[in-house]
């Protein structure tokens, strides 16, 4: 695709009409969040903050290269941190960008990696009020995910049972650093939750497990941490096949947020070639992993690869299924996708509109 | 070629920036330490606004953990996915014969001089005594 | 197809193939004990050492991977400790020109830096003897004890003048990612020497084998060593090991390869944005990896090989970068299927032995020296 194939796309005169499955609301100031928290919790915040399993206790020890993680133009000019200001999200994203439907997740705090796990759930409900007060009954178009505490199951599941109702809320949030692989028993009981509730399990890039974040141990560079997500996401999706979740949850759906495109045509194959080998040792798997991946498993787009060729990108949503992509812009963080320009691909105008809003619209139950 | 008075020098004053639209174009002025730059506004990768990113130096290594610092202020990251872009030549650091900005050429020029029939002042009228920033494209 | 025996009158594909991962077993600590000093041989005994079973978590012994079942050796040999057997199996039915030995035993895991060490001289002499002197077309990767620089350098010096030891080998997951600057002793001397750093999968375990946590099941640790490759090389090229060493090559053995065009988009995209933290990157990760990098055929992650090499060919830009290997006698493949049949006949020669003899350079030197030491 050469840039003016790009030009062309983006002063085409069809109307943008998208959902944006990844949008960062964040807090002017850790008050918001105080009319939702009970007073010991305010009180324990105030003197203890947060408790996590990495060496600063409010700061990532891989520094981004950009401040907040963030787009340099999304600092709201009333001050706050980008992602702060509902006026600027509207008039920098939702209005210019064709946004009908925009899920909110929030990410600040870490919630479901607290080592004080009563902390961790009292964070994620005040966090899932302040999502429905903040911004949803200011605005529309927005939609909430439930956060919730993951090592600690029960409350987890009492907080999925809380909001399940809601319809404010469209998913469960979960972030893949998790104690322990997501799929293995203890957490089975929220997957349970996420089916009696029907509301699908979105699995966005995050959370401080504590364990390296290489199988050789620490990377140094962000250029390394960035990286790694991607195979952060892989390790979840085998554990969860491997541990028989999608076997024994069949109605359950995965939402993979921000873990890259690329890898999913070749390690489903690894998965497959392995499986083919070593079945005898996971008899719970019943089918070849790709299966339950292809039924089960969607992923969003963002941040979109840029292989160099149009072909190279078609044959890659080919062969994850372009029915599984779920458009995202990541909005206000720095690698943000432009729904005119992400996609450095020749499409036709209805596949550019089942990923911009299409597969979201059935995949959510928007069209029902 | 038409030549464009964009600006009084005092309105770009030195490390600032200023969004100009010629001939369709947006266009950023930038003022590194008293010396103009112009160059498109749109990042060649995804179309965000280049003049709302940060200005910042060169940075090179001669070897691995050692930084050279050089040039600050001449290239200018783009607010969304940081890439580098040489405000002189309008060239991406990471690939400079691939992804490039247009860059202008920019004079300043005092207003007595500025007599030329294919001058256009968009914005204001131009007085003798004042200096001006004047963009050809 | 299940005769293992190669038959004199038959031209194998193969025929001239460098096999670029063959892996002898250490059959018991016992064949080691010649090579051990005063020392090590009193431990052996004091603490039974020797009835230790090494064998890698990440190769479990009887696992379906681990052996393929036609080069079983019986209940008594582990499979891969018989050279007659791999002769059989690979050397001659595939008329192979060379053959390179990965020996995946305990030495180089043990904490204790001082053990790993003398295991490891032992492992290298043992292959010298067993191996190497008793098939000249054997050659080997030498095994060291890479937690500790110096003593892994004392190892690969120990080695330098004998050209059958083409390549030093790390496992993929160690103790600090592989580009961290207390290695580089050792790729200096790898460059200096022509050895290209062999990383091949496996884990010591140090750490959770996924950056979630422990998963339950050996398949799960196994899918996960082409994540432990993916991190390792953006690691080596985020700390500058290629800028520092423009000369030194990295194979990467056993590592499932189709995951290499998703590593490249992403390590190119993300280095786009990220340049200014790394500014000894001057070229795009996809650049380095096709001057640096190369990656043994076997396994390959996909349904269709022959689409799935082709397809990498025409993302990397490079059919250069493929090595030849059975990863004997792991079971990757069924049959003589250690490549796809139709590959373009430029492509298969290439990947065949071409590459291989581009990449390491003491392959050829080897046999000049034995010329004249005969």
Request: hydrophobic share 40%; with cysteine.
């Amino acid at each position: 695709m050469t840039m003016m194939d790009v030009e062309r796309s983006q002063s085409a005169k069809y109307r943008l009409q998208v959902i944006d499955c990844d949008i960062h609301p964040a807090m002017t100031s850790w008050k918001e969040i105080h009319p939702y928290l009970e007073k010991r919790w305010i009180d324990h915040l105030a003197v203890y903050g947060s408790h996590l399993r990495h060496a600063f206790s409010e700061a990532l020890s891989h520094p981004r290269m950009s401040p907040d993680a963030a787009r340099v133009d999304a600092y709201p000019e009333e001050g706050g941190p980008p992602g702060s200001s509902l006026d600027l999200l509207r008039k920098q994203h939702l209005d210019p960008n064709g946004v009908e439907i925009g899920m909110l997740i929030p990410l600040r705090w870490n919630p479901g990696s607290q080592r004080n796990l009563d902390l961790g759930v009292a964070l994620t409900r005040a966090m899932n009020t302040w999502q429905v007060e903040r911004w949803i009954r200011q605005e529309p178009r927005l939609r909430a995910s439930v956060l919730v505490a993951q090592e600690d199951t029960e409350g987890a599941v009492a907080e999925i049972d809380a909001r399940g109702g809601d319809p404010n809320f469209t998913q469960i949030l979960l972030l893949p650093r998790t104690d322990e692989p997501l799929g293995r028993r203890r957490y089975w009981p929220i997957f349970e939750a996420a089916v009696r509730n029907n509301l699908p399990i979105t699995i966005h890039v995050g959370g401080t497990g504590g364990h390296p974040s290489t199988a050789g141990g620490w990377s140094s560079y962000y250029m390394e941490e960035h990286h790694m997500v991607a195979q952060a996401m892989q390790a979840v999706l085998a554990s969860l096949v491997f541990e028989g979740v999608f076997e024994r949850f069949p109605t359950l759906r995965i939402v993979i947020m921000e873990g890259g495109l690329g890898w999913i045509p070749s390690f489903t194959a690894r998965m497959d070639k392995h499986w083919n080998r070593l079945r005898s040792e996971v008899p719970q798997v019943k089918r070849p992993p790709s299966e339950y991946v292809r039924e089960q498993v969607w992923f969003t787009t963002q941040p979109m690869e840029e292989p160099g060729s149009s072909a190279a990108l078609i044959d890659l949503f080919d062969r994850i299924g372009w029915d599984r992509l779920l458009f995202a812009t990541d909005y206000p963080h720095w690698d943000f996708d432009d729904p005119r320009t992400a996609f450095k691909a020749n499409l036709t105008e209805a596949q550019r509109h089942q990923l911009l809003y299409g597969n979201a619209r059935t995949f959510y139950g928007f069209d029902q | 070629m038409t030549r464009h008075v964009v600006a009084t020098v005092d309105q770009i004053p030195p490390g600032q920036r200023l969004l100009v639209t010629l001939a369709g174009r947006e266009i950023g002025i930038f003022n590194i330490a008293g010396e103009y730059f112009a160059v498109g506004n749109r990042c060649p990768h995804n179309g965000a606004s280049l003049c709302k990113g940060r200005v910042v130096g060169l940075v090179e290594a001669s070897e691995p953990g050692s930084y050279q610092f050089s040039r600050r202020g001449e290239f200018v990251r783009c607010p969304w996915h940081g890439w580098e872009f040489d405000l002189r030549t309008g060239k991406s650091r990471c690939e400079p014969d691939r992804t490039k900005v247009r860059s202008y050429d920019l004079k300043v020029e005092p207003g007595g001089a500025l007599t030329d029939d294919t001058l256009r002042a968009e914005t204001f009228s131009v007085s003798v005594e004042q200096q001006y920033v004047v963009v050809e494209i | 197809m299940t005769g293992n025996a190669a038959s004199a009158d038959r031209v194998s594909r193969y025929a001239g193939a460098i096999d670029c991962d063959l892996h002898p077993a250490v059959p018991g600590m016992n064949v080691l004990l010649p090579y051990l000093d005063d020392y090590w041989r009193e431990m052996i005994t004091v603490r039974a050492l020797d009835r230790l079973n090494l064998s890698l978590t990440s190769y479990p012994q009887n696992a379906p991977l681990s052996c393929r079942p036609d080069w079983t050796l019986g209940e008594a040999n582990k499979p891969g400790s018989s050279l007659r057997a791999m002769q059989d199996h690979v050397l001659d039915r595939y008329q192979a020109r060379y053959g390179i030995l990965n020996c995946l035993y305990g030495a180089q895991v043990f904490h204790s830096e001082d053990m790993a060490a003398a295991f490891c001289r032992a492992t290298n002499d043992w292959i010298r003897d067993e191996w190497l002197n008793r098939d000249p077309r054997l050659r080997a990767s030498i095994v060291i004890p890479a937690h500790n620089t110096e003593l892994a350098v004392a190892e690969v010096e120990r080695r330098a003048d004998d050209f059958r030891f083409v390549q030093i080998m790390m496992l993929v997951s160690g103790e600090l990612t592989l580009g961290r600057r207390q290695h580089w002793p050792i790729y200096r001397l790898a460059e200096r020497l022509g050895l290209p750093i062999g990383v091949h999968a496996g884990s010591a375990y140090r750490y959770a084998p996924t950056p979630v946590g422990w998963p339950s099941h050996f398949v799960e640790d196994y899918i996960a060593q082409s994540a432990a490759f993916e991190n390792q090389l953006q690691s080596m090229i985020a700390e500058g090991v290629f800028a520092k060493f423009p000369d030194l090559k990295v194979v990467a053995i056993e590592s499932g390869l189709t995951w290499l065009s998703g590593f490249i988009w992403r390590a190119d995209k993300t280095w786009k944005g990220v340049r200014a933290e790394v500014p000894w990157v001057t070229r795009a990760p996809s650049e380095i990896v096709r001057d640096h990098v190369r990656f043994t055929v076997q396994p390959i992650d996909a349904a269709d090989e022959r689409e799935a090499i082709a397809r990498l060919v025409d993302h990397v830009k490079s059919d250069s970068l493929f090595l030849f290997s059975t990863d004997y006698p792991h079971w990757q493949f069924d049959g003589d299927s250690a490549l796809p049949q139709d590959l373009p006949a430029d492509l298969f020669r290439k990947i065949l032995s071409e590459n291989a003899l581009a990449t390491y350079p003491r392959l050829a030197k080897a046999n000049q020296t034995m010329e004249i030491a005969l």
